[in-house]
């Protein structure tokens, strides 16, 4: 079945930290695609980045970047020198495209940034 | 730049009453979604629409619930007779092209009070 683990409730951490969120999921399929979004305490769900199986290259965008291991089933999100502004909730997800068209979400993690 | 837009974005409502939460996906999109979130948990998938019919659904998606496309624009999701449980925020998101090769856009949400 398809899962996705993410293990930390919630993180604190005081501006310009470093802060890396964990994102481990389960999968049948050799064909995925893993996704993060954000929720801002407005609530809206904001896209960050969608990674298909197949593209084990890490992501930089800015502050932002992604370690996908698939050896370990893992698609770990860091932020480098965290900002207030990146306080949220943040979701990781799944989704194998030839059984499915949905998302299956993380319980998220909640990231606390203190100034 | 274009966007999901929700309406209401709070309903408040008794047990039993009729719901119809409103949709507007963006322009060009042909694949609609509807996802809930219960209060602090993760976000579940409810139903997937394309082609002018529901291409998957969940099984929390039962008989009380269902989705229309009335015209050109809107895309609705009806919940028949509102039950405790259906308390959440409802989410609709709209994708170009199936979620293998589409972001998912999501809007900023209905949260929905059961009274």
């Known amino acids: 079945a398809q899962k996705v683990t993410q293990a930390q409730t919630e993180i604190s951490v005081v501006e310009k930290e470093d802060v890396t969120l964990d994102c481990v999921y389960e999968?049948?399929?050799?064909?995925?695609?893993l996704f993060w979004y954000k929720q801002p305490p407005s609530g809206e769900l904001v896209f960050l980045i969608r990674?298909?199986?197949?593209?084990?290259q890490n992501e930089i965008s800015g502050r932002y970047s992604w370690n996908f291991q698939k050896s370990t089933s893992s698609f770990n999100f860091t932020i480098t020198a965290s900002q207030v502004v990146d306080s949220a909730v943040y979701f990781c997800?799944?989704?194998?495209?030839?059984?499915?068209?949905?998302?299956?979400f993380g319980t998220g993690t909640r990231l606390q940034v203190f100034p | 730049e274009p966007e999901v837009t929700q309406t209401p974005s709070h309903q408040v409502t008794q047990m039993g009453q009729e719901v119809i939460l409103r949709c507007v996906p963006i322009?060009?999109?042909?694949?609609f979604y509807w996802y809930r979130q219960i209060l602090g948990q993760k976000v579940e998938f409810l139903v997937s629409?394309?082609?002018?019919?529901?291409?998957?659904k969940s099984e929390i998606f039962d008989d009380q619930f269902s989705v229309e496309r009335p015209d050109g624009s809107n895309f609705t999701l009806k919940i028949r007779s509102t039950k405790l449980e259906d308390s959440a925020m409802y989410f609709c998101?709209?994708?170009?092209?199936?979620?293998?090769?589409?972001?998912?856009?999501f809007g900023e949400g209905s949260r929905l009070t059961v009274l």
């Open positions: 990674r298909n199986s197949f593209d084990e």
């Open positions: 998101a709209s994708s170009e092209a199936s979620t293998n090769t589409g972001e998912l856009f």
């Open positions: 997800a799944l989704s194998e495209p030839y059984n499915t068209d949905k998302l299956i």
């Open positions: 629409f394309y082609n002018n019919e529901i291409s998957e």
């Open positions: 999968t049948r399929d050799t064909t995925y695609y």
């Open positions: 322009s060009n999109h042909l694949y």
